[in-house]
């Protein structure tokens, strides 16, 4: 006789929770999913603009009965528990989060590279940024009410709110009027490879994807330029190099 084919309702707890933790997981892959699809149909501007709406409509809902589940309150769309955090512990809860942004970037690669290589693996990095920094990029005027052109400023003031700003340590120093040069002066990857005795990882294909397509999406007027990034040869006080510039209309 034919077993009874399984079903959510007969799970104990712990097959539950990870079937919980799994709609979680497929809830995030679809959104990304849907994103990406209406900028292949729309175009990048148009999606982004959608993307924003979706996003925080999709929050408020999701939230909102999460909010009853777990008994808690919503103070301004924000859960009370991260208000009425301590503030230590807050800033460590944002310093996890963007750490494990780049613990979840690195399996990805390492995933890639053990199964194809490394340059595939280069390859759908590479790739990849061109899709997540005008994202990060919209995210962030978002949060700061950045506007549609906020020139170099608002790059300066975008850049901090990067997740990199988080993880790593970097500055700014202004050129003239017209640009001003970025430097990343630790860099948690490239710090992590020198203490096993590695070589600088050549990120520099990447890093001309990342900040063009992040300066671009913060204003359009931006023009990036790379002064140094790995392979090239650094000095100590910095891994990586590059110079915006706010070109005339």
């Known amino acids: 006789m034919d077993?009874?084919?399984?079903?959510?309702?007969?799970?104990?707890?712990?097959?539950?929770?990870r079937l919980i933790l799994d709609f979680f997981h497929r809830t995030m892959i679809h959104h990304a999913l849907w994103y990406a699809e209406?900028?292949?149909?729309?175009?990048?501007?148009?999606?982004?603009?959608?993307?924003?709406?979706?996003?925080?409509?999709?929050?408020?809902?999701?939230?909102?009965?999460?909010?009853?589940?777990?008994?808690?309150?919503?103070?301004?769309?924000?859960?009370?528990?991260?208000?009425?955090?301590?503030e230590e512990k807050q800033k460590e809860l944002l310093d996890r989060a963007a750490k494990n942004w780049l613990v979840n970037d690195g399996v990805?690669?390492?995933t890639v590279e053990f199964s194809e290589g490394m340059n595939d693996a280069k390859r759908c990095n590479d790739s990849c940024w061109a899709q997540f920094s005008p994202v990060e990029a919209a995210c962030i005027k978002d949060i700061l009410d950045l506007g549609k052109a906020p020139?170099?400023?608002?790059?300066?003031?975008?850049?901090?709110?990067?997740?990199?700003?988080?993880?790593?340590?970097?500055?700014?120093?202004?050129?003239?009027?017209?640009?001003?040069?970025?430097?990343?002066d630790?860099?948690?990857?490239q710090a992590a490879r020198n203490r096993k005795g590695?070589?600088?990882?050549?990120?520099?294909?990447?890093?001309?994807?990342?900040?063009?397509?992040?300066?671009r999406a913060i204003d359009k007027r931006i023009r990036t330029e790379?002064?140094?990034?790995?392979?090239d040869e650094h000095p100590d006080e910095w891994y990586c190099a590059w110079r915006f510039i706010l070109e005339e209309e």
């Open 108 to 110: 990805w690669f390492q």
């Open 38 to 86: 209406v900028k292949h149909q729309m175009g990048e501007e148009k999606a982004l603009d959608l993307l924003a709406q979706a996003s925080r409509k999709s929050y408020e809902i999701q939230m909102g009965h999460l909010a009853k589940i777990f008994n808690f309150d919503m103070v301004d769309n924000i859960p009370q528990p991260l208000l009425v955090m301590e």
């Open 226 to 231: 790379c002064i140094g990034c790995p392979p």
């Open 186 to 189: 630790k860099c948690r990857v």
């Open 198 to 215: 590695l070589a600088d990882y050549p990120c520099k294909s990447a890093g001309l994807v990342e900040y063009t397509y992040f300066a």
């Open 151 to 184: 020139g170099l400023e608002g790059l300066k003031q975008a850049l901090a709110f990067r997740l990199y700003g988080t993880i790593n340590e970097q500055s700014i120093r202004d050129e003239d009027d017209h640009s001003f040069i970025f430097q990343m």
């Open 3 to 17: 077993k009874e084919p399984l079903h959510p309702d007969m799970l104990d707890n712990a097959g539950r929770a």
